[in-house]
C-alpha cells in the first residue's frame, strides 16, 4: 500500500486511511431553517479496524455515514476511501465505485425475500455481471462459516431469524471483498442475543479477514465490540478515541473533552 499525498491524511500508523474526510459540511435548508448537520468535519478511519459511530440524535452520524458511502453529497469538503477522493466523481462512477468499493448493512436488511442465503449473498457479483476473481471462492467461502451461515444457506430469508438475516446482509457486504464495509444501526431491529451474535460476527470478520468496518450505533453495548470510537456533537467530531474504555465513551458522550 502507498502512501497518499493528501496533507495530513496518513495516520499515525503510516497507511492510508481507509476513509478520510477533510472540511466536511452539510447543510440542509436556507435562511431561517438551515439545519447544519455537519460542520467541517474532519476524520481518518484506519483501515482493518472496527469504527463505531456514536452521539445524540440529530448530531449527524447518518449523515457523515451517507456521505463516506457516497450515497449523499456534501455542500462542501471531500471524502476519500483508500486514496479516491469520491466527492470528484460524476454520478455513474460514483454508482460503480460504490458497487466495486462498499459494502452496505442497514437496519431494515434489504435482503431479496424469494432468493436463498446463498443467492442474496452473491447477489453484488451477479448484479455487476461480475467474473469471481482469483481467490473469491475461497474468501466467499470464509465469509459465510465466519459469519456461521453454512447450514442456512439453502432457506429464504422468510425461513431465517433476524439475527441471520442480519449475517447474510453482512456476509453478502463482506463476500464483494468491500473496502470499508458501512452498517448504519445493524442491530437495531434485533434482541440482545441476536444484536451481540451479529456484533461479535461483525467483529470477528475485521479480526480473522481483516476487513474495515464503521457502524453508527447509539448504544453502548454494540460500541463495545468496536476498536475505536467517534463521537459527534451537533455536526462536529467531539472525539476520536482508540480503544476506549466504556468509561471514557461515556465521559466523551456526556460531553467530556477529547
Ligand atoms: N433530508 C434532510 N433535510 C433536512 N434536515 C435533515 C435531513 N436529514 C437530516 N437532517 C437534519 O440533520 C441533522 C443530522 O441528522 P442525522 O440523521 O445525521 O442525525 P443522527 O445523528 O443520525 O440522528 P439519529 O440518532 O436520530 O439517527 C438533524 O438535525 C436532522 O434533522
Ligand atoms: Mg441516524
Do not use: W
Not at 138 to 164: A, C, F, N
Not at 218 to 233: C, F, G, K, Q, T
Amino acid at each position: 500500500m502507498t502512501s497518499t499525498s493528501l496533507p495530513g491524511a496518513a495516520t499515525e500508523r503510516g497507511v492510508m486511511p481507509a476513509a478520510s474526510v477533510r472540511g466536511l459540511s452539510k447543510t440542509y435548508g436556507h435562511g431561517d431553517t438551515t439545519v447544519h448537520a455537519l460542520r467541517s468535519v474532519d476524520l481518518d478511519l484506519a483501515p482493518g479496524r472496527f469504527t463505531a459511530i456514536m452521539g445524540p440524535s440529530g448530531s449527524g452520524k447518518s449523515t457523515l455515514m451517507h456521505c463516506l458511502a457516497g450515497l449523499d453529497r456534501p455542500t462542501e469538503g471531500t471524502v476519500s476511501i483508500a486514496g479516491t477522493d469520491i466527492t470528484a466523481l460524476d454520478d455513474d462512477r460514483l454508482t460503480h465505485f460504490r458497487r466495486d468499493h462498499l459494502g452496505f448493512v442497514f437496519q431494515a436488511f434489504n435482503l431479496l425475500p424469494m432468493l436463498t442465503a446463498r443467492q442474496n449473498i452473491m447477489l453484488p457479483f451477479e448484479l455487476a455481471g461480475r467474473r469471481l476473481e482469483p481467490g473469491a471462492t475461497e474468501r466467499i467461502e470464509q465469509v459465510i462459516d465466519v459469519l456461521g451461515l453454512r447450514d442456512r444457506l439453502d432457506h429464504r430469508p422468510g425461513e431465517l431469524s433476524g439475527g441471520q438475516q442480519q449475517r447474510v446482509a453482512i456476509a453478502r457486504a463482506l463476500a464483494a471483498d468491500a473496502d470499508v464495509v458501512f452498517a448504519d444501526e445493524p442491530t437495531g431491529n434485533l434482541d440482545s442475543t441476536a444484536s451481540s451474535e451479529v456484533l461479535s460476527y461483525l467483529r470477528r470478520s475485521v479480526i480473522e479477514m481483516g476487513h474495515t468496518v464503521v457502524m453508527v450505533t447509539h448504544e453502548l453495548d454494540a460500541a463495545a465490540y468496536a476498536d475505536d470510537v467517534v463521537v459527534l456533537a451537533d455536526g462536529r467530531v467531539r472525539a476520536h478515541l482508540e480503544t476506549p474504555s466504556r468509561d471514557e465513551i461515556v465521559h466523551a458522550l456526556e460531553g467530556g473533552d477529547r
